[in-house]
């Protein structure tokens, strides 16, 4: 099984920051925290975004899938009563000459083998759909 560690350390009463062995993340965690900075809930999200690029990057030479670029669009809906992230809604971008067909089978199997993606799914309802650049 592959193991994660990180380590978050309070610099301030707005801001954390998240460090693993070789990169660190800037963390707004006051109540007023900067706004350049990921607050949790935009963390989580960017969390889940990397999952489904990373999971596009990993499926593109098993499906000999062509692509020029992807971007990710997502949307969460926090409840306040008790507080959690009640549903995240995703649009995956894709810029493709691939047919409808194959751009579903590319979904499927990003779907499929997402970490975050079917962890985040385990907690809140998470729905998404692909589409080709307009």
């Known amino acids: 099984m592959l ?8 610099i301030d009463p707005r801001e954390s920051v998240a460090r693993s062995e070789s990169a660190q993340v800037r963390l707004a965690t ?7 900075a990921f607050n949790p809930a935009e963390l989580l ?3 889940v975004a ?7 990057e990993r499926v593109l030479h098993l499906l000999d899938f062509s692509l020029d670029g992807v ?5 969460a809906v926090r409840q306040d009563d008790p507080p959690r992230i009640a549903s995240i809604d995703y649009e995956l971008v894709v810029d493709t000459e691939e047919s409808d067909q ?3 089978l590319l979904h499927k199997n990003v779907r499929k083998y997402g970490t975050i993606s ?4 385990l907690a809140t309802r998470l729905d998404g759909v692909i589409r080709r650049t307009s």
């Open 50 to 56: 990397a999952c489904l690029i990373k999971g596009i």
């Open 102 to 104: 194959r751009l579903e």
């Open 3 to 10: 193991e994660y560690r990180i380590s978050a350390q309070r």
């Open 30 to 36: 006051g109540l007023t925290g900067p706004v350049d």
């Open 71 to 75: 971007e990710v669009i997502l949307h």
């Open 45 to 47: 999200l960017a969390s």
């Open 118 to 121: 079917n962890t985040v799914a």
